[in-house]
């Protein structure tokens, strides 16, 4: 894969070493002087209480805040998780207590507040104690503090064992029993029975006893919040589904919850279920922001080929389309069947390894086209394998398509990740420039440019090359990705290193000196990108993800 890899990079720099030069002498050319954007003035205050302490759990959010012009309130840092060490539940609780009432919103995820995080949730960690005394804290802030709105989420856990020493030799087995106990619910074939029982004695009692009992608790907890929300103590709740398949015990659970909601009067435009859990926060954000603004952002959905709609992708429990269903819902979005009424086009590529060249190719023309129309494309770009060269990022570069005009990007981990991101940061970037004026539209565009820089420097430089080249590298001298300890701080270097140099070439290749264009009252505004720098972080002890904070420095063009 890593052959493939290099070759497949070296061959995206020969195809575009020309558009490159080309560019880039001419931008050279422009003269101008450098213009300091004023970051945008917060409307509203939102407070996080995040699922655990990763970047697209924090960081994202804090971002994609800035661009719908809202202040997030987050809790002290050494208060949340690090990795395998749990948050400091009972002190967030009393931080929240107190820090709610300078908010006028509150995004709260109850796994955090009652296990410390999303890892710890997967082995319930939390006691009965803590269950109650976040319902509790719930219910009196909103009883303190009525107009605040409360958004809270909880994860539905995921189909595969936790990770420990006990479970290590039975995550398959489990696997197996759960999606098995699912199938036999819905068709009771004997067959299938039978194999369920002879699984069952394979797998220790204690070890099927917690794994059942931790969806148990899982469910009382998120009937509880959705009580909460009937009671209006909640403004809306997202019940997530962590890593699944289309069969096992969290689509059982999901399947009670969704009845159960059904059942309550009034609850259809207030509680979500959803599949993912790190970009969740991200989408209520936006949702919080699409309403206080009164916006409801028309989205009109592409695909790159017909069969992408129906695709089940990898720790998937359905298909793409019905992804893309749930997050336009959940960011008060509604979609549309006509291109020219649509605010935004939701373009989703899915490729895999049947996925030919020239099919990617067509995909990067008909994109380019979009683009060059004037459309404001919201751009996911999947890969089954996770591999560089089922994605059309390589190909857009090879079509010389100005991706400084996209509204969103995202490939990022699972499919529910990456389609949550891109819909809400094109719903807030696309809504907040139909807002703008000539006070604010520079400072809209540098945030919303910067977030985008990141997310191709990360969602396709770092996880579909640099990643995998790091672990290869790693465990040739028998060192293990994911508990790096003495290896941590030369991994960071090495990282960084890889990652300015990729950085570097794809800002001057497709970013640098593309026209970005304004019309004020004086007239027509010209800006240009002349740098980009960023600083790379490893924020756990492991490779799995990676803290960028890019900056970027732009100059105004003078008149001729």
Partial sequence: MIKRTFVYLILIAVFTTTAVSLNFYFGTMLSGRPVYPTPLASKS????????????????????????????????????????????????????????????????????????????????????????????????????????????????????????????????????????????????NPLDIKMLATLEKKIPADILENYLALYQQNTQVNLKLVDLADKNVLAGMVLGQDDGQPFGLPNMEKQRLAHYVEQKENLGNKVFITRGTDEVALTLLGRHANLINQYRPRIYVAYSQPSVAEMVM??????????????????????????????????????????????????????????????????????????????VLPHLIKANADLTKLAAYAGWNTTSNSIGTAVTQGALFVGALQRADETNWLSLYTTQLTFLSERFVDDWYYQKDVQSVV???????????????????????????????????????????????????????????????IKTQLPWDRTFEVKLEPELSIVQVKSK
């Fill in 314 to 391: 990898p720790f998937m429990p359905h298909s793409i389309l019905q992804t893309v269903h749930e997050k336009i819902a959940l960011v008060n979005g509604v979609t549309v069947s006509n291109l020219e009424d649509a605010d935004f086009v939701l373009y989703i590529h899915a490729g895999s390894r049947k996925i030919t060249q020239a099919a990617l190719t067509s995909a990067a023309k008909d994109i380019t086209n979009l683009i060059r129309q004037g459309y404001k494309i919201a751009l996911v770009d999947l890969s089954e394998s996770y591999y560089a060269n089922e994605t």
């Fill in 471 to 533: 672990n290869n590298e790693l465990r040739a001298v028998k060192a293990d990705p994911y508990n790096l300890g003495q290896y941590h701080s030369k991994t960071n270097e090495l990282i960084g290193r890889m990652l300015d140099d990729r950085a570097q070439h794809f800002f001057h290749q497709n970013l640098a000196y593309r026209p970005i264009v304004f019309f004020s009252s004086t007239g027509k505004q010209d800006y240009r990108l002349t740098a980009l720098h």
């Fill in 45 to 188: 205050k939102v407070l996080l209480i995040p699922l655990d302490s990763r970047p697209p759990c924090v960081q994202y959010v804090e971002q994609l805040a800035r661009l719908a012009e809202i202040q997030l309130i987050l809790p002290p840092a050494e208060l949340l998780d690090n990795y395998n060490q749990p948050a400091q539940q009972k002190a967030l609780r009393s931080w929240l207590s107190n820090a709610i009432t300078e908010a006028d919103a509150a995004i709260i995820s109850t796994d955090m507040l009652i296990h410390g995080g999303l890892l710890a949730s997967r082995n319930s960690r939390g006691t009965p104690q803590d269950i109650t005394e976040t319902m509790d804290l719930l219910q009196q802030i909103h009883a303190d503090n009525p107009h605040v709105k409360l958004y809270a989420f909880s994860i539905i856990p995921r189909l595969l064992l936790a990770d420990n020493h006990n479970n290590g030799d039975y995550q398959k087995l489990v696997l197996k029993y759960s999606v098995l106990k699912d199938q036999v619910s819905s068709f009771e």
